[in-house]
């Protein structure tokens, strides 16, 4: 017994390995849970079913095609859309989508609208001009 007593106490060595395994998960764990800034957002209203105020003025009706564009039914440009915004101080443009649109043409239409102050954008669902 009394040999055990004169061993010097080793001490295992630390493994740096698992620790830096460990800073690495936690790094790549808090970096893609984070809120990045969001640049160029096009707020909208994707149009579902629900209770909700009358608006005060009738919304505008928007069918848009990968080359063509109608207002209300009858068939426009962007300027008159552009027009028929300024003419009105806001509400709600509806928008519908033809098949075919893509979504930069999509995103030009959202842009032109949202950049008028008091019109709220709701999307309705492809499938029909």
Same mark, same amino acid.
Do not use: H
């Given at each position: 017994?009394?040999?055990?007593? /004169?061993?010097?106490?080793?001490?295992?060595? +630390?493994? !740096?390995?698992?620790? @830096? *395994?460990?800073? $690495?998960?936690?790094? +790549? $764990?808090?970096?893609?849970?984070?809120?990045?800034?969001?640049?160029?957002?096009?707020?909208?209203?994707?149009? !579902?079913?629900?209770?909700?105020? !009358?608006?005060? &003025?009738?919304?505008? $009706?928007?069918? +848009?095609?990968?080359?063509?564009?109608?207002?209300?039914? %009858?068939?426009?440009? *962007? *300027?008159?859309? =552009?027009?028929?915004? *300024? /003419? =009105?101080?806001?509400?709600?443009?509806? %928008?519908?989508?033809?098949?075919? %649109?893509?979504?930069?043409?999509?995103?030009? @239409?959202?842009?032109?609208?949202?950049?008028?102050?008091?019109?709220? @954008?709701?999307?309705?669902?492809?499938?029909? &001009?």
């Amino acid at each position: 017994m009394p040999d055990r007593l /004169d061993m010097a106490v080793r001490r295992k060595r +630390l493994s !740096m390995t698992s620790l @830096i *395994d460990v800073i $690495f998960l936690l790094l +790549l $764990f808090f970096m893609l849970s984070s809120t990045f800034a969001r640049q160029g957002e096009l707020p909208l209203d994707l149009a !579902m079913g629900g209770a909700a105020d !009358m608006p005060q &003025t009738p919304p505008l $009706f928007l069918q +848009l095609a990968p080359d063509a564009l109608r207002l209300n039914s %009858v068939q426009a440009t *962007d *300027d008159d859309l =552009q027009a028929a915004l *300024d /003419d =009105q101080e806001g509400g709600l443009v509806l %928008v519908a989508l033809a098949d075919g %649109v893509d979504a930069q043409r999509l995103a030009d @239409i959202l842009y032109l609208i949202q950049r008028r102050n008091g019109w709220r @954008i709701g999307v309705l669902g492809g499938g029909g &001009t």
